[in-house]
């Protein structure tokens, strides 16, 4: 049996916004119940939320790692946005690696100071050390992905000039 709202799902750009979504959500409300919510319940709902979210981001970087060669799917900026074009002859992926790397910091940055606010002293450095732990794979895995992509389009304009230097031959023989 198909069912309409697990097709949608099929498609890796349909699940990575599914996945952000979720992210966002949970990242927010480890926040705000961090900030927000007193005791014993604020510090275990802050820690609770910002560990789902991470083993979430964790995930799903390396969900995209196996992805980023598919060409389906270039970064959920672009799948928000519905292009269908990828940027070619980019170096390295610069802009989705800049973006990756952009929204690390701003996570990591928001991650931190809420710490700061909420852990008691003891907890805090365990949690500096987590977070910049997963801020370090995450900037790998873009690396990574970046570096797929990058070598990929590389790989694809060489086969393309050898099939065109052979069409070439071909026609000057004929």
Known sequence: MKLAHVSTLESFGSR?????????LAFVNAVLAGLFVGGQLGLVSFVALLNFTAGL???????SLGNATTGEYSGVL???????????????GIGR????LALI????????????QVLPGALLPV???AVGIIA????IVGFLIA??????????????RIAHADADSRELEG
């Open 136 to 139: 370090l794979v995450t900037a």
């Open 78 to 92: 672009n799948e928000l946005a519905d292009r269908t074009e990828r940027g070619g002859g980019q170096w390295l």
């Open 16 to 24: 990575s916004l599914v996945i952000h979504g979720v992210m966002v």
């Open 57 to 63: 981001w964790v995930a799903h970087s390396v969900h």
């Open 147 to 160: 570096l797929s992509a990058s070598y990929d389009d590389s790989q694809q304009r060489w086969d393309d």
């Open 127 to 129: 949690a500096t050390v």
């Open 105 to 116: 910091a701003a996570v990591t940055a928001t991650a931190l100071l809420t710490a700061a």
């Open 97 to 100: 690696f800049g973006r990756l």
